[in-house]
C-alpha cells in the first residue's frame, strides 16, 4: 500500500527532513507514526500525497512509485486517498452536504449518486440528519467527523490522518479512533500521524517513529513483490 525504500528528503535551503527512511504499511493495516515536533511526520505524509518528491530513494503508493508520476496524473493518485486534517479545512460557508460531496463533485458524479453517498458517509460518522447545517453550528469533534466523512465519501483504499484528534478531548479522541477502526475493519488501510503517545499506548497498532527525520526499528524490509 506505502512503501519508502531508503528515502531522504532535502528541503531546497539544505534542510534534511528525512533520511534513509524504509518502512512498509501493508494493504488493510492500521499504523500510528509519531515523533516530535520536526522529526519529519508531515514531510513524510506530503511524500505520501505527493505535495513533495523524494531527494532520494523509492515511494510507492498504491504499486505507482511516485518518480513515474507527472504532475497531471497526481489527482488521480490523490483519488484513492482520503486525507484528514487536524483542522480539517472545511468549508464554512457552505452546508456540511457540501463540504462531503465536494470530492465526488470533482469526480463528475450524478446528484442522485452523491445524495445516496454523501448520506451513507454521514451515517457512518455518526451525523446523519446534519447535512443542510452550517459547520460553524458544529461542535469541534462533529467538524472533525464531517471531515472524516468527506475523506472516506469516495471510498479510498488508503487514510492519512495528520493529528486527527489534536484539537479533542480524551473521549472524543477515543471515539474518532474507533471510527477509523470500523474503516479499517472494511479492509480501508489507515496510517494515523498523531503527537498522543496515551492515545497510542490505549490502541494495539503498530507503531512507526521518527527521530530527527530517521525512522527508528523499522528498516527491515521484505522484497518488493507484486502490487507495492
Ligand atoms: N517547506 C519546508 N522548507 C524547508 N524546511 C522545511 C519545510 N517543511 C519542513 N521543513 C523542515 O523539515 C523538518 C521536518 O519538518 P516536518 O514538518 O516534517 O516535521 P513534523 O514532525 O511534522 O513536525 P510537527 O509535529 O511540529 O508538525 C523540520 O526541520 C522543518 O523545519
Redesign the pocket.
Given at each position: 500500500m506505502i512503501r519508502f525504500e531508503q528515502v531522504s528528503k532535502v528541503?531546497?535551503?539544505g534542510?534534511k527532513?528525512l533520511t534513509d527512511v524504509s518502512f512498509h504499511l501493508k494493504q488493510g493495516e492500521m499504523a500510528f507514526l509519531t515523533?516530535h515536533?520536526?522529526?519529519?511526520?508531515?514531510?513524510?505524509l506530503k511524500l505520501m500525497t505527493v505535495i513533495e518528491r523524494p531527494s532520494a530513494g523509492k515511494v510507492w503508493i498504491n504499486g505507482h512509485n511516485i518518480a513515474d508520476i507527472s504532475r497531471n496524473q497526481v489527482p488521480y493518485l490523490r483519488r484513492h486517498i482520503g486525507m484528514i486534517f487536524q483542522n480539517h479545512h472545511l468549508l464554512m460557508d457552505k452546508s456540511v452536504f457540501d463540504n462531503v460531496a465536494l470530492p465526488l463533485v470533482i469526480e463528475g458524479f450524478s446528484l442522485g449518486e452523491i445524495r445516496k453517498r454523501v448520506d451513507g458517509a454521514l451515517d457512518m460518522v455518526g451525523l446523519y440528519g446534519k447535512d443542510k447545517h452550517s459547520p460553524v453550528m458544529l461542535s469541534g469533534g462533529e467538524q472533525q467527523r464531517v471531515g472524516i466523512a468527506r475523506a472516506i465519501v469516495n471510498k479510498p483504499p488508503l487514510l492519512l490522518a495528520d493529528e486527527p484528534t489534536g484539537n479533542l478531548d480524551p473521549k472524543l479522541s477515543m471515539d474518532i479512533l474507533r471510527l477509523f477502526e470500523t474503516f479499517n475493519d472494511a479492509g480501508t488501510s489507515v496510517l494515523i500521524a498523531t503527537?498522543d503517545l496515551g492515545l497510542i499506548a490505549r490502541m494495539k497498532y503498530r507503531t512507526l517513529t521518527?527521530k530527527q527525520?530517521r525512522m527508528l526499528g523499522a528498516n527491515e524490509l521484505e522484497p518488493a513483490g507484486p502490487g507495492y
Open positions: 528541503y531546497p535551503g534542510q527532513a515523533g515536533s520536526g522529526a519529519g511526520k508531515s514531510t513524510l503527537h521518527l527525520g
